[in-house]
């Protein structure tokens, strides 16, 4: 597998700008600290071959930061930070672990430390609040509150995060970062722009969302369904609701699918393939499961070129989107 692409790395970037703006304090991210260190490069697949033959990786975390890799890692305040945001992704098929080794903070003071399951940024989350098992507010855990008492915080996906606040210089905390298998993946957030993944829910009643957080061609091979042949363009009065078990096509620019433009209904089972160009900055493939059978669907995806934008031909929705990022 290459290592990830500069477009993700601007995405990536994007993220770390829209929470530096949030805290109306951009003159701190400066270009300096990003030569120094690129928390970006941890995406590489070689360093993570490099880093699994050898001990437990470790390294300070920055107040803004985003890992992919698993380890220990240690904040430590060298001024007030008083708006930090740590990102956590791993692979569709694992769950994140976060554990406290050491935590320093003062909580009478100000301080906090609070992890969340999933990510949220300005205001939307991903898994939506609709597509995660848990309401919004139990997916908070406030060390504050909880103390040691839940050292260990395990994600329902690919993704976590951690919101902290440090006044006093000297103070922070060391977490360990580990993952482990998830046998049947349900939201996920994927690392890179090209891929093929298959989403199953057995028997189980729930919603599943897999995000692509580019503009890309979308190519569905395969549909099974409980209940015949189909594919439509979503009109004001069509959809699938009816129908209790089916796959949804999303769009748009923000994390959150349950905000996002609902694109094409896939509402009986085929065997494709059926291709879409989807020219938004965000792709979500959603499937709905009433619980009574067992639903999978199995697509390949990769980054829209601007010539195919250019160019479009076969089914395009990328008319309901907003130009790409």
Not at 6 to 32: M, N
Not at 147 to 160: D, P
Not at 230 to 235: D, F, P, S, V
Request: with cysteine; hydrophobic share 35%; net charge neutral.
């Amino acid at each position: 597998m290459a290592s990830m692409s500069p477009s993700f790395k601007l995405q990536c970037h994007f993220i770390l700008l829209f929470l530096v703006a949030l805290r109306g304090e951009s003159r701190y991210l400066e270009l300096r600290e990003a030569a120094d260190h690129d928390p970006f490069l941890l995406f590489s697949s070689n360093l993570k071959r490099e880093l699994a033959e050898e001990q437990l990786y470790r390294r300070a975390l920055r107040c803004l930061d985003m890992l992919s890799l698993q380890g220990q890692f240690t904040f430590t305040a060298d001024r007030p930070q008083l708006h930090c945001a740590v990102f956590f992704i791993g692979e569709p098929e694992e769950f994140i672990t976060i554990h406290y080794d050491l935590v320093s903070i003062d909580c009478q003071g100000g301080d906090f430390l609070k992890v969340f399951d999933g990510w949220i940024l300005k205001g939307e989350k991903f898994p939506s609040s609709q597509d995660h098992p848990l309401p919004t507010t139990e997916r908070y855990v406030d060390f504050c509150e909880s103390g040691l008492s839940k050292r260990s915080i395990r994600s329902s996906q690919n993704v976590a995060m951690i919101f902290f606040r440090v006044h006093k210089p000297g103070n922070g905390f060391t977490i360990t970062i580990t993952t482990n298998p998830n046998l049947f993946p349900c939201n996920v957030m994927s690392q890179t722009p090209n891929g093929r993944f298959t989403l199953v829910i057995p028997h189980q009643h729930r919603n599943c969302s897999f995000s692509i957080i580019y503009p890309v061609v979308i190519k569905i091979s395969d549909l099974t369904l409980g209940h015949l042949n189909g594919l439509q363009l979503k009109k004001p009065s069509a959809g699938c609701g009816a129908k209790g078990d089916f796959v949804e096509l999303l769009g748009g620019t923000g994390l959150d699918p349950s905000k996002m433009m609902p694109l094409a209904d896939l509402c009986y089972p085929f065997h494709g393939p059926a291709q879409m160009k989807i020219g938004c900055d965000n792709t979500v493939v959603r499937m709905v499961s009433s619980g009574k059978h067992i639903n999978r669907v199995t697509f390949e995806y990769h980054q829209l070129e601007p010539y195919e934008l250019e160019n479009p031909n076969g089914n395009s929705i990328q008319e309901f989107c907003l130009p790409a990022l």
